[in-house]
């Protein structure tokens, strides 16, 4: 855990959540997904279903057609950079796609989706061995315990 991050800990037992995962990059996606899964299952949510979508973009629509059955929704994805602008317009397009689905329905999304220069900064931060980072589990746990809190304090009536 990086200097700063805080220790969080919740119990999201009996909360509806799914994980939204991109498919590219394989094996920083199935270090982000079991980072997700160990998040989960600490957190009371052991079943929670893994939904592949083809690519980083998709998540944003995944996450707009789940919202209204959820409680909370966590996004995985890694977006590396190249030589071509497509890298910004990916990056822009789900960070406002994903805001948008949140802020809109009331339902808490995990940003786990990876914005990095290189395949080896990706790989810090997957939650593989040797990562200096969990990103995947580092969403569920930011998305679960939002999801506790704002049960605490409204009832959730947009998207509901």
Do not use: N
């Not at 805080?6 to 980072?35: K, N």
């Not at 949140?102 to 997957?126: I, K, M």
């Not at 998305?143 to 998207?159: C, E, F, M, N, S």
Request: glycine residues 12%; contains cysteine.
């Amino acid at each position: 855990m990086k200097a700063g991050a805080p220790e969080v800990t919740v119990d999201g037992t009996g909360l509806r959540v799914a994980v939204i995962a991109a498919s590219w990059h394989d094996v920083v996606m199935s270090g982000l997904i079991d980072g997700a899964t160990r998040a989960l299952a600490a957190s009371g949510l052991p079943d929670a279903p893994v939904l592949r979508v083809p690519g980083t973009v998709e998540l944003s629509v995944a996450a707009a057609r789940l919202a209204p059955t959820h409680d909370a929704l966590v996004a995985l994805g890694v977006v590396i950079r190249g030589g071509t602008p497509h890298f910004d317009y990916v990056c822009s397009g789900v960070t406002h796609g994903l805001t948008d689905v949140s802020t809109r329905t009331g339902v808490p999304v995990g940003f786990g989706v990876l914005t990095c220069d290189t395949e080896e900064q990706a790989l810090d931060r997957a939650g593989l061995p040797g990562s200096s980072e969990d990103k995947g589990a580092e969403a569920v746990l930011a998305a679960v315990a939002t999801a506790v809190t704002l049960r605490t304090v409204a009832p959730r009536t947009i998207g509901a």
